[in-house]
């Protein structure tokens, strides 16, 4: 397996490949720009266009991401947006949660992930037969996450600012992605299984002038990459696009969505993010073909 960070968990060399494996997916320079279905059983998401109310509604969502050419599928239970007051009893968490990995385990031999930052919640998903850990707190916000984190056959890691920052906006993303990669170092995750999500729509707290965070992330995102793990980009049908294009409601926000996915294919993503598996596939694809040619 290529290397792509040393072992104390810095950004590998300029020249070093990219690569991570995520419940036997693999991801990073070489392969495809996977597509990571976005799938809520949280009635509090923003976007209730991507919320399961049923079980048999997540089934047949569960199996149409499959068909539309997905390469995992990402269970969220409880809403994180950070301008949304989406908090939820841990026990309700956990319950909606493994109901919705059953019921996908179930319909898809796709890797599942979990959307979680509560390590209750996480073992329990993975007991019930979820693979991958989503955590959008970066492991900071339990400090049990790290148990869960090294049991896990994949991490991924997102940037999530707090607090008021000064920082320029990269260096401030930069910093995020580079503690939660000491994290990860600290818990003794295998850098091989970790991709990072550089956060786009978690800058609420850190500046007046959020959104331009998150368009610096997709205009600079190859810088990220020095970083030395794979890349996961979730602009889906987030507020930043609603901010550019006057487009309040999320429901009207699929154009803007793919523009977005398609800037992130080109500027280097392994994983692209999405509440709309076919349309985003195809995007990705030309994407693919522009960039690197048919392959």
């Not at 990402?74 to 989406?86: C, F, K, N, Q, V």
């Not at 909606?96 to 992930?113: D, G, H, Y």
């Not at 803007?256 to 080109?266: H, Q």
Request: charged share 25%; with cysteine; glycine share 6%.
């Amino acid at each position: 397996m290529p290397k792509s960070a040393n072992r104390n968990g810095k950004a590998s060399k300029p020249h070093a490949r990219i690569y991570a494996n995520l419940a036997g997916l693999e991801v990073g320079d070489g392969f495809p720009t996977r597509v990571m279905a976005a799938i809520n059983v949280s009635p509090e998401s923003f976007f209730p266009g991507s919320v399961a109310k049923s079980q048999r509604l997540l089934a047949r969502r569960v199996r149409e991401a499959s068909l539309a050419g997905a390469s995992l599928i990402d269970l969220g239970a409880m809403s994180t947006a950070p301008y949304r007051s989406g908090w939820i009893d841990p026990d309700e968490e956990r319950r909606r949660l493994v109901a919705a990995v059953k019921v996908a385990r179930v319909e898809t031999n796709l890797p599942l992930s979990v959307d979680t930052q509560r390590a209750t919640v996480a073992a329990a998903a993975l007991a019930a037969g979820a693979q991958i850990l989503n955590d959008v707190s970066g492991l900071a916000a339990d400090p049990d996450m790290a148990q869960v984190a090294r049991e896990a056959q994949g991490v991924i890691l997102v940037a999530q600012a707090t607090r008021p920052e000064r920082s320029s906006a990269l260096a401030l993303v930069e910093q995020l992605l580079r503690a939660c990669l000491c994290r990860a170092r600290q818990a003794k995750v295998p850098l091989s299984r970790v991709v990072l999500d550089p956060g786009i729509g978690f800058y609420r707290a850190a500046t007046a002038r959020w959104y331009e965070t998150d368009l610096a992330i997709l205009r600079h995102l190859r810088r990220l990459r020095r970083l030395g793990r794979p890349l996961l980009v979730g602009a889906s049908r987030k507020s930043f696009l609603g901010k550019i294009t006057g487009r309040t409601d999320p429901s009207e926000r699929l154009a803007a969505s793919l523009a977005a996915a398609t800037i992130a294919v080109l500027h280097g993503a392994a994983i692209v993010r999405t509440h709309d598996v076919a349309a985003t596939v195809d995007a990705v694809r030309v994407a693919e073909a522009i960039a690197h040619g048919l392959r």
